[in-house]
């Protein structure tokens, strides 16, 4: 179900949005009553503690859960409409997700690993998908490990080569789950600059993240606790530019 084909309003719009799990130890909300909009184009950064509802917030974003009420639309379409194969498509071709532990395939190389969501989602021919990967991992600067398997690769560059594989079919939108979680505070700030560059270039992040001077690095934080927002705004270094350049 479309609304529109997602160039007006907000990429990412949640009206209202609740999620509740029930077990045998009773029923548990996750999310309560969330309204939330990204605009095209956005850095933004979701920070909580443990289980204040981020990772659930991810997964209604992507998909890969469903709300028990409320409506998720992203680029016009209402993800809570659509049927389990409708959704594997969507996502193949509207989201990257890029993991805390990378989740890259240990026996496919690096550029294999790029190439695999084009050939999941029958994009591309085969030889525009292999120069596709090529460039992605140059973009990554890892043009020169195409061929390396992921345990021949330093834990940051198995980040870069997710995050190639993440693009790899050209997605509006680009989901990073603590994805510096595993990394050391130099690497860290390599792939932060590189989310920066993403948005430049025209993408839009949503970044779930512990690390509050990391959320720092986004153009926008959005705090949770307990299932709800209870904070939303730019960050500071974003609002000292705008006083500056009297926004």
């Not at 190439?115 to 029958?122: A, G, T, V, Y």
Request: with cysteine; aromatic share 4%.
């Amino acid at each position: 179900m479309s609304r529109n084909n997602g160039q007006t309003g907000p990429l990412i719009d949640l009206r209202r949005v609740s999620k509740t799990y029930h077990g045998t130890a009773g029923s548990f909300a996750a999310l309560t009553a969330v309204d939330l909009t990204i605009a095209r184009g956005e850095f933004v950064a979701v920070i909580g503690k443990s289980g204040s509802g981020k990772s659930t917030l991810i997964n209604m974003i992507t998909g890969i859960d469903r709300p028990t009420s409320g409506e998720v639309w992203v680029g016009g379409t209402a993800i809570h409409m659509l049927r389990e194969s409708q959704i594997a498509i969507w996502r193949g071709r509207t989201i990257g997700v890029i993991f805390q532990f990378f989740q890259l395939l240990p026996t496919l190389t690096a550029i294999e690993n790029v190439i695999l969501p084009m050939d999941l989602c029958s994009l591309y021919s085969r030889r525009e998908r292999k120069e596709r990967a090529l460039h992605l991992l140059d973009q990554v600067e890892l043009a020169d490990h195409a061929h390396k398997l992921p345990s021949e690769l330093s834990g940051g560059e198995q980040q870069r080569v997710a995050i190639a594989r993440a693009l790899a079919n050209d997605p509006a939108i680009l989901v990073a789950d603590e994805p510096t979680g595993n990394l050391d505070s130099r690497t860290s700030d390599r792939i932060t600059a590189l989310f920066e560059t993403l948005v430049d270039q025209g993408k839009t992040i949503v970044m779930v993240t512990h690390d509050r001077d990391l959320a720092q690095k986004a153009l926008r934080t959005i705090t949770l606790s307990d299932g709800k927002i209870v904070g939303a705004g730019v960050t500071a270094p974003v609002a000292a530019l705008a006083v500056k350049e009297g926004v």
